[in-house]
């Protein structure tokens, strides 16, 4: 075997971003093959993301992509364990690699998404490549497709958190920037569902038995307690659910009032929300 050169080793660096030292080693490791050097490098990276594998990974950005009409996007979170990653040229570039592969392929899942094909490499062996380079655990922690008469994106500043906004009733106008509004009412407030139809009746049940053992507790009498607990209940609608909030722009209106203000009969079909950590 030939002597591995620096020019070899900058070759292989230069092709895989992997450090001098790591190079060198799988270069020497290879005997001068830089097909199985690479190999190597990857494989290390399996071990550093196993490794690392009960790390918490609570930073990182979410990344969106939106059709050309707004009727489609996606959203998702690439989590890695520090701020300064996130920031990382290169994690930001497999992030937006993952979100466009993702409105192309549009998986049903996490799981599907990883196995998309990125060139010759899965997204899953992407993202292990990677964790080889920065040593640090990276994962996709959410993946969210949406369609509707206008899908308006919303990322709070930092990246941090995402929201999608489906609208109904658009009736031909731009509702861009109500979408926003909305979005922005969706990070700050983080409501349950869109309305009381869509609440979970597993919170449904919940609410209700907190609310009927607080009751019994003030000592009310037994034949008002269901009653008392759903004018409760109402409440935690009108608090939790997006239509019922007042509007944080105007706290004169609800959610539903501020949209029918825009253009009669607009109203949020569906909506999503993605934050890191």
Excluded at 64 to 69: E, I, L, Q, R
Excluded at 158 to 174: E, F, Q
Excluded at 194 to 223: C, F, H, R
Aim: glycine share 8%.
């Amino acid at each position: 075997m030939s002597a591995i050169t620096a020019q070899d080793v900058n070759k292989l660096r230069a092709m895989t971003g992997a450090g001098m030292m790591d190079c060198k080693k799988a270069l020497t490791e290879a005997e001068g093959d830089f097909e199985k050097a690479i190999e190597i490098l990857r494989k290390k990276g399996q071990k550093v993301s196993a490794s690392r594998s009960d790390k918490e990974a609570k930073e990182g950005s979410v990344f969106v992509k939106t059709s050309a009409d707004k009727t489609e996007a996606v959203l998702i979170a690439l989590n890695c364990e520090t701020d300064f990653v996130a920031k990382n040229e290169a994690f930001q570039a497999l992030g937006k690699l993952i979100c466009e592969t993702a409105f192309a392929s549009k998986p049903a899942s996490v799981e599907a998404l990883l196995a998309q094909k990125s060139g010759s490499l899965t997204l899953a062996e992407k993202i292990t490549e990677l964790v080889g380079k920065i040593g640090e655990k990276l994962e996709v922690s959410s993946y969210v497709h949406m369609t509707g008469e206008a899908v308006v994106p919303y990322i709070h500043a930092g990246s941090k958190l995402g929201v999608l906004v489906s609208l109904k009733g658009v009736n031909g106008k731009d509702v861009t920037e109500a979408g926003k509004d909305v979005g922005m009412q969706i990070a700050a407030m983080n409501p349950v569902s869109v309305d009381e139809k869509s609440v979970d009746k597993t919170v449904i049940e919940k609410e209700l038995e907190i609310a009927k053992a607080q009751i019994l507790a003030e000592g009310k009498p037994e034949n008002m307690v269901e009653k008392i607990a759903q004018g409760k209940l109402n409440k935690f609608f009108k608090e939790n659910t997006l239509v019922h909030q007042a509007f944080v722009k105007d706290n004169s209106k609800t959610v539903a009032q501020y949209l029918d203000s825009v253009t009669k009969g607009l109203a949020v079909a569906d909506f999503k929300r993605v934050a890191i950590g």
